[in-house]
């Protein structure tokens, strides 16, 4: 069944969630709000934190909190294998039928958490032993509780997986905000009493709350489980998953490292780019948080139909509301982020051309979320490595053109746009696209490009003529307004036009 709506664009009956497009929006909206209110409370926090600590302690806390992060791939990706069966029982209402997998995962999880924090303790007795004695000094400190926090914090992040994955956002949610308060509070006042030592203390509190929430508001009691052959397929399934993860991450810290590399004044360069950075990143932990939203709705899409096509459908249709969805942000800081950071920050101005390829190709990054967790639903999460593989390579020599003909700041940006751009249409082609049908593909591609090009090409033009740097404040609004304009005009039509408004309708059903 298909609802007409152009002559040229109809809306699959199949691409609605199991739970409806108003549920969805609603999630949307619980968790931006929230993250909303967890970056304002992270930015104090950032500040404060620099001012109690000299450059050299933050230093430390910043390696402390990569080895932390490093705890992540101790698991070999068990985690994302075990969540991915679930979502998939969830879709055919035998949850219960994957809870042995979790327990599996949560077995494995703590026993190479625990093996992690003893390869970090055995760390920090041989930094104490060889510095400053035994356990002294902020770094065998550090490591100590860096042991300490991961075990902690594998545990905590599973829990979250799993109430993400039962579509419990507005208890994500507050446990985020929690998280964010706490560590404000108590991770400042304990910072500003005892300095660095504060701050691991601070961090271990803001865990152990967390932990607390988990438990009271946990929905799967998790137990000890042991089955060798279960474990290594949950391994096989989730290891792609964490291999392509890691990738990625690779793949947006190339500019970086390049940067870094090839550049004899690679600090200046790198501080300058990073103004550009902070608003790409922002702006990919918005749109982040939308696919965070749509991904345990895939898994269930097929374990309630087994049909990859359906998910196919679902994962398009996600795919437009994200076009539309990110396109003014990105838009409005090409026009607004250039001028206020050329008056806030005028020692950076030399990055600023940056955001105006950064901006616009961090949407197109945003994009390719769908298409990956689409893989991941259908069991395909393999052919994820297949669009990553050649765009790091793609990106490396971009880059190195830039670099080594004098294109600047703007030269490496413009590459890694590229770079972004190829892979989001690499992995699009391997996932979703495959799926659909002539008329679905026609659908994907007008609806997309009407999301994105009016309101990025009005921006991206009026940036260009009309300068931010030699802007006043009535010109950048305008040039803001504008942009607005152009952006509700273009949802209008697909509001309209293109079907969107049959998704809210119903809530249950789209249609």
Known sequence: MRIQVLDHVSIPAASAPASGWRRVLTDWLVV???????????????????????????????????????????????????????????????????????????????ITSLLYAAILLGAAIWVGWSGEGLFAGPWAVGLIVAGGLAILSRYVSFQVTILRAQQAFALTSRLSILEAALTLAIG?????????????????????????????????????????????????????????????????????????????????????????LMVSGQLYGLGNMLS????????????QTGSRREVALLAAVASELHAAAMVLP??????????????????????????????PATVALILSLPAGQYLVAVGRERRALLAILPAIPLAALGNHLALTGSAGLAGVAAATAFAYVAYTVLVVAVSFWQELDRAGRRRYLVLTALGLAPTLTAAIALELRLPGQQAGLALTVGKAAAVIVV?????????????????????????
């Open 188 to 276: 400042g006042a304990a910072t500003w009493l005892w300095g660095l030592e504060g701050l691991y203390f601070g961090t271990l509190v803001v865990l152990v709350a967390a932990f607390l929430f988990v438990q009271t508001y946990q929905r799967s009691a998790l137990r000890w489980a042991f089955d060798g052959a279960e474990i290594r397929r949950l391994i096989g399934v989730g290891a792609p998953i964490l291999l392509a993860g890691t990738m990625i991450t690779v793949f947006r810290s190339l500019d970086k490292l390049m940067i870094l590399s090839y550049l004899s004044d690679r600090e200046f360069q790198l501080g300058c780019y990073s103004v550009a």
């Open 32 to 110: 931006s709000g929230a993250t909303a209110v967890c970056h304002a409370m992270g930015v104090v926090t950032s500040l404060l934190l620099r001012m109690l600590l000299s450059p050299a302690q933050m230093g430390v806390w910043q390696a402390i909190k990569m080895l932390l992060s490093y705890g992540n791939y101790a698991n070999l990706g068990i985690s994302k294998g075990a969540i991915r069966d679930y979502t998939i029982a969830l879709g055919r209402s035998k949850a219960a039928e994957s809870d042995r997998g979790l327990n599996l995962a949560f077995t494995f999880n703590t």
């Open 330 to 359: 990105a838009a409005l800081a090409v026009v607004l982020a250039v001028p206020i950071l050329h008056h806030m920050l005028p020692d950076y101005r030399s990055g600023l051309p940056a955001v105006i390829w950064l901006a």
């Open 487 to 511: 952006w509700a005009l273009s949802c209008g039509l697909g509001w309209h036009w293109g079907g969107w408004r049959e998704l809210f309708r119903n809530r249950r059903r789209a249609f």
């Open 292 to 303: 965070v939203v749509m991904n345990p709705r895939y898994g269930e899409k097929f374990g």
